[in-house]
């Protein structure tokens, strides 16, 4: 991995930033961890792909897209419901980058309906996080 | 001419031909082998050109929910010759990202379609198009990032007229091609166009001891000829310029005009 990317999730976040910003022509100083990429911004399917071509490039990690931007989020919660399995449990395991608390929120407001998607770039900061220390680990 | 450029299948007569032309436009070229004859000829043909490895290993997953896993990108460099890698890997030897790529890969898998064992089905699938669907989906998305690029896929006019015994070759190539189609359609927006190439007969490759054998009345395109491999070199220099990148999300036919011709009997 290259030495100027830190791994503190502020800058993680802050380079994510940099990184969407000239997508949707806005200034990176206006985002923050809490900005929802698709409910924030005018952010679509190819947006969230070159996003995470971008990821690919600026953190030098593989990026699964599925799960960098939560996009099976509200299928995973109908499978749960469907089989009998704890919401919480299923959104845990499928997004290992989240908190605890995080999946709390996401499970929150996936169930109302009509709510718009929750991603933010601070849970694109947690997967690059997440991803970075899953392959120092591999790596080391 | 901009570049640098990719071309997958790189160990082919048309593929190295493709090379020296556009490494004598300037460019800086690296080839795929799949293994090391592959390799071999293109050292042997191209000295300057760098040779990058590409099998048909992985991703490997560690499990149902775990990412890709780490690459040669990250600093990490294991014997990874995966499509996954590839882009990155192509940087690495170029110096600079590829802008252009050209898939000329292919396997010989031909037999009656009723006729295939069913495990070789099986690996068909897995080698003519799925493999092909990650290697392009690895180099699009790394010329997303770069939001500038030029994809080629060289398919065969077998994809629209497949003679008996081609059936699961023309279905790789019919694939191939609506898989370049939706990338053009998909990333056009953002810089990435891509089309498909369909070539007849060929005086070279598979199509050599093909053009050999037949009877010598056979019918030719109207052209009275096949297509020669700097024909098919010139037109491929041609789809990877600037001027022809509207021809994005579609599939040209270089064949001399034999697809156009009435069947005899």
New interface residues.
Partial sequence: ?PEHIRHEPHDIAAAIATLVAPIFDVDAATLSPSTRLMADLPCES?DL??I???L??RF?????DA?AFLTDLRIHVLEAERTGEAPEARLA??Y?HLSAARVAEVLAAVRVPGAPPVLTIGDVAAYVAW?LA??AG??A | MRGPVLIAGGSCELGLALGAALAADGMAVALTARDAAGAARIRAALPEAAVLPLCARGPERGGAHEDFAPAAAEGDDAEDDTPETLPERARAALGAAPRLFVDLLHSRFECLLAGADPAAIDLWASRDIAFRARLLRAVSRAMLAARDGRCVFVSSSAAERAAPGQGYYAAAKLAGEALYRAVGVELAPRGVTAGSLRLGWLDAGRGAPFLQSRAANAPLPPTGRTVTVTEAVQTLRFLLSAPATAINATTLTCDGGFGALKPTG
Avoid at chain 1, 60 to 64: G, L, T, W
């Fill in positions: 991995m190819i792909l070159e995470g071509a971008g690919n490039r030098a990690i593989p990026v699964r799960a395991r499928e290992p991803s899953r392959h591999t790596s």
